[in-house]
Every structure is written in structure tokens, then in C-alpha cells.
């Protein structure tokens, strides 16, 4: 008789490629090492914006936030708005109350790993449609808990507590055959102190301890040999220093722009959406009719020296917005432009005035996994997809800013403030370690979005269609 093949799944969430591997050779997470000497290390990217909750979606639906119409944790859609503003579907924000929309705001053609793999328990990721109650394992006192961890900025007792709720359920005799947790400690204390803070590296070591106190669990059952176990991240983080407040600067330069939480403001000709800190989307409202803008309307709209304005600020690295062809993109910095185009499955980038993403010149590639093979060791790996994916939705916006590095887009509202932030298309927030106890997998460059048909295959479970492949 076959033993039943079960996967846990670690989401360490902000955890970063580069400090990952650094604790990891310090000796400091033994049991992680465990895994990877026995399995494989390796990085992955992530999706535009690399930014908590649209950035779970590649690895529970299979698609990219652009797809799934979730294009920040934040949104705009302008098309909804100038309809009604009174439209729940105008906007959202997902750092509060209206995270529990997110689970009717995703397809309902695209089902989860929870509604697909069988016996499904969830750990503090608000993706949770169709999962009861019972196995939404850290629901109860979850709001209560991350605001005192939030305003008092002390964070572990969140994960020690996800930690004992896997433990009780593995005790109390249930079995599983998904269980998805999330670690947000790491993110947390790599915003409100630093990447590399011995309170960020203690989250990490959080992890560790509770991967070897669970792995020892399902060894006793006997269970262990016959289970996938995954760990990865959602994004990576940088340092921040100074901030740009980009819904602020839209208003003070004559567009006055509605953002959260100041959403009510009378006619206002801009809506402004941050993600992450270094993600910012603008959507012009100053034009007859609801249409997103390509970039001649965008120059007359906004007015060439305004954009020309927002492009020198030091905290932006650069600007994308949609050429005037269908599917073409332009990247706009303080040097000049490039434009990206999608002519069937051929990706090209190309510089016009300058060479934005520095790939060193034009670059063309047939399949999108070519072009993130083409990209993945630059300093904005996959961009060129990812530009593609997300800007396939509306609410993408007219304009989207990928922050500089040491830089963020949000100042006063964010309380207490943040010192890190992620969401741009930088390495450092794009790339993310990927861990699995499996040897002899793909070695070609890897997605997020990949970890879904690979573990559907793993269970033995025809994958939906997805934007991922599977890593065997």
C-alpha cells in the first residue's frame, strides 16, 4: 500500500536571499541546513509588486497578481470609481479591514492549493477561501494579536504562538494533506529595524526552531519521508532611509490625488496606491473617460515637465507606463527610455534613450521562461514578464513607480515608521530563497509561481492551468 504524500509549506515571509544563506553558513538555523544538505537551496523570483499577499498568489493559484486582477496591497480602479464612488470595487486596502475581501476579490475560476489538495490547514495567511473555520488554524485572536505586535513592534509571540497551533493540531491526532504556514516575524522586524537586526535574525532563528520540533513530530508519526517540504519567501527587503511621500507630491504639484487612508477628497485628479513602500501605482482621473492611458495621453494629461518632474526625484528609479502600441511598455528614468514589447511569445527589451534595466543592450527571447533565463542574474531579474503580467489589469494603473533602493514612496501615515520596505523590482525585493527536501529537480531559473504545479504534481493531482511549471 502506498504511503499517503503529504506537503508542508513554510512561507518565511520577507526573507531574504542574501542574509538567508548568510545564517545559514554562521550555523545559526541547523535544521534549515538539514534540509538543504539532504535537498536543495536555491533562488526564485517572485512577482511585481514583491509585496505581502498579491506576492502568495503565484504559489496558491498558480497566477501573477496582474491575472488575478490584485495588483497591490493596495488598489485603484478607475473605471469603478468614476462609475460610482460609493463602488466597494473602486479600491482597496488590504492592511486593515478589507483584507477579508481579498478572498472574493481573487477569480473564482482559479482555485487554491487549499480548495485542491484535500486535508488543508492554513497559518496566518489571509488567503482562506473555502477553508473552514477549524482548519484556519491561527483565525482566532489573529487581529487582536498582530495589532499589539504591530504598535508595540514586538512580534515574536506571533510566530511562537502559529509555532503551538501547528503542534496542538499535530498532537490532537488530525492528519493533514497541506499545511501552509506563515512566519511574518522576519518581514516585520526587517521594516521596523533591519534586515540584518539581531531581532530579525532571532525571527529567523523562530523558524528554524520550529521546523526542527515539527519535522521530529511527523518522523514519530512516520510521516517524514513521505512528506514535501517547501520553504520560501514572498519578497526580500533593502534598508530605507528616506522617503518620498507620492501620494503627497501628486497633490502638491497641482493633482490632487486620493490614497489611503485619506480616500474621500472632492474631485480629485489622482489616485495614488502604495505597496511594499517602493511600489506606487498613479492613476490619472484629470481625462473624459475611464481608460487606462498610453503614453502620449499620459504626457498631455499630466503635462511633459510634471512627469519629467516626478522622474528626477532621487526615490524614483524609474517609471513604466504602456506605449502607445498594444503591448509595449515604456521605463522612464532620469536618463532616459527603454521600451519593453510582447509580439506573441516574443519578449524584447530595448534601450531608446538610455539602457533603464541595465541588461547591457536589446535583448529578445522566444517563451517567457527564456526571458527570465535571460534576466534572472541581473539587477532586476524577470522584470520584463513581470512588467508584462501586471500591467494586463487595469488596476495596474497609468503610471507605475518601482522606488530607488534606500528609498520608499509612503512617509507620515506609515506608523511607526518603516525602515525597510520591498515591492520594487530590484533583486534584492525580487529575488527570494526557495528550499525543498528533494534532490534532482530543474536547475533552471525558477518562479514562485512554479511551487504550484510542482506540489499539485507531487500529490499526484493534474494542475490547473497556471502560470507556473512544474520543477520536475
Known sequence: MQSKKRVLFYLVDGAHSEVLPELIEQGLLPNIKRIIDEGTYRKATT???????????????????GTQDITGIRWFDKKEFKRTRWNKNAMRSYCGPEAAWFNTDMHPDKPTLFELMGESYNMYNMI?????????????????????????????????????????????GKDFDFLFAVFPSVDWDSHYHHIRDERTIEAYKIVDRSLGTVRAKLESKGWWDDTL???????????????LDLGDWMTNNGLKSVYYPVIWK??????????????????????????????????NIMGAERLEKLIKED???????????????????????????????????????????????????????????????????????QIYQLFRSRRAGDIVISATVGYDLRDF????????????????????????NQKGWDTKPARTADLFDSILKWKGITPEKSEGEPLF
Open 47 to 65: 512577482c511585481f509588486p514583491s509585496t505581502t499577499g498579491p506576492a502568495y498568489l503565484p504559489f496558491l493559484t498558480g497566477h501573477f497578481p
Open 413 to 436: 501615515w506609515e506608523y511607526p515608521e518603516h525602515v525597510g520596505s520591498h515591492g520594487s523590482l530590484h533583486r534584492q525585493h525580487i529575488h527570494v530563497p526557495m528550499i525543498y
Open 128 to 172: 482562506t477561501r473555502n477553508v473552514p473555520d477549524e482548519y484556519d488554524l491561527g483565525k482566532k485572536g489573529k487581529g487582536w494579536l498582530y495589532t499589539k505586535a504591530h504598535f508595540k513592534q514586538i512580534h515574536h509571540p506571533v510566530d511562537l504562538q502559529g509555532h503551538a497551533r501547528i503542534m496542538e493540531m499535530l498532537e490532537s
Open 229 to 243: 517540504f517547501v520553504m520560501t519567501s514572498d519578497h526580500g527587503l533593502t534598508p530605507t532611509t528616506q522617503h
Open 266 to 299: 472632492q474631485n480629485p485628479k489622482s489616485a495614488v496606491m502604495i505597496s511594499g513602500n517602493s511600489f506606487g501605482s498613479i492613476h490619472l482621473l484629470n481625462h473624459e473617460g475611464d481608460h487606462v492611458l498610453r503614453e502620449t495621453e499620459i504626457v
Open 315 to 385: 526615490a524614483v528609479d524609474f517609471a513604466i507606463y504602456r506605449g502607445d502600441e498594444e503591448q509595449t511598455y515604456i521605463v522612464h528614468n532620469s536618463a532616459g527610455k527603454a521600451k519593453i514589447a510582447v509580439k506573441g511569445d516574443v519578449f524584447s527589451y530595448e534601450p531608446l534613450t538610455a539602457d533603464v534595466l541595465k541588461y547591457g543592450g536589446k535583448i529578445e527571447a522566444t517563451g517567457h521562461r527564456a526571458i527570465l533565463e535571460a534576466t534572472f542574474e541581473t539587477d532586476y531579474p524577470d522584470a520584463v514578464f
